[in-house]
């Protein structure tokens, strides 16, 4: 079926351990709080662009355990298009331990698994074609063969005319130089933090650095800043979109929902600074609740925060 928006791999459950405080060292310990097992990886995007009337979809491979099954199902549940989503029989599902301490803060801990054994030739040109908007994620730019099903996806898009939003994420550092420097030549828009940011082009100054990557052919970098918003550098100049200030219960996924709002704001036809603007309201209102994935926000939640902080700007859905 025509998708809004469609990505390619990382699908990952995650388990949640709420702890006090991460161990500091060797033979230091913490009790946690219980876990949970929750939807992660490009989940966290695909729910949120769902629960804002996206017709959102993934391309990728889980395995034959209950995880998979958590897994699609969960989505499924939640209106995204699984029909692109292969099992791979004698493989697990991708996973993580996310521990989550008393500040928000969380730390990771990878298990790889079916979503790196995409192929390319499971990318299928007209499920590209059929699409308004291409998603990555550098999470699925680390390893081939996935790697190499996300650059074919990228390479279609790019002939079709389909624009391209990135995020290098955290893990931009193992992705090899030319596979990066194809992405971000073929993006129209990315969205990363300051870290990723100076890990990208090496240059410590925020205004200066996004330059460098809009004179490497992207449109549009939105520099998320957490609790203090974000900023976007456009063709318009540098600007700096003021946040809201929560109290933050749980970070995770918190920039995966940030970039389901921009892209929202984008296929709805809303300047960029608009559409930064409503990123950062969907990403605060994300850190106050425990969890991503299922617990991303929902229109009414979004809703009561426009209500609450007497937002005054049109944001309708």
Not at 102 to 120: N, R
Not at 191 to 203: C, F, G, H, K, M
Not at 228 to 238: K, L, N, Q, R
Not at 296 to 302: H, L, Q, R
């Amino acid at each position: 079926m025509p998708l809004d928006v469609v990505t390619v791999g990382d699908s990952v459950v995650d388990i949640v351990i709420p702890v006090p405080r991460f161990p500091a060292g060797n033979e230091d310990s913490v009790v946690g709080e219980g876990m949970t097992r929750q939807l992660g990886g490009a989940s966290n995007f695909l729910i949120q662009a769902s629960r804002l009337a996206l017709a959102a979809g993934i391309v990728d491979c889980v395995g034959d355990d209950d995880l998979g099954v958590f897994l699609v199902e969960g989505l499924r549940s939640e209106g995204v298009d699984v029909s692109r989503i292969c099992v791979k029989e004698g493989v697990k599902t991708a996973s993580c331990i996310c521990m989550v301490d008393e500040t928000g803060d969380h730390a990771y801990i990878g298990f790889p698994g079916a979503t790196e054994h995409l192929t390319p030739e499971r990318i299928e040109p007209e499920h590209i074609h059929a699409s308004r908007l291409l998603y990555v994620s550098g999470y699925a730019l680390a390893t081939p063969p996935l790697r190499d099903a996300v650059l074919k996806s990228v390479e279609i898009a790019t002939g079709a005319g389909i624009p391209i939003f990135f995020d290098p994420s955290p893990v931009i550092t193992r992705v090899d130089e030319k596979v990066r420097e194809q992405v971000i030549g073929a993006s129209k828009l990315i969205s990363l933090n300051v870290r990723e940011l100076e890990l990208l082009t090496a240059i410590s100054d925020v205004e200066e650095a996004s330059g460098a990557l809009r004179d490497d052919g992207v449109e549009i970098v939105v520099l998320k800043l957490g609790g203090e918003g974000c900023a976007v550098s456009s063709a318009s100049g540098f600007e700096n979109i003021p946040g809201f200030h929560v109290r933050a219960v749980d970070t995770t996924g918190a920039g995966d929902a940030f970039n389901a709002a921009l892209v929202y704001g984008h296929l709805v036809g809303w300047p960029v600074e608009k559409a930064a603007r409503f990123a950062n309201i969907v990403g605060a209102v994300k850190v106050t609740k425990m969890g991503a994935g299922v617990n991303v926000p929902t229109k009414a939640e979004i809703d009561r925060f426009l209500t609450e902080h007497k937002v005054e700007t049109d944001f309708s859905i």
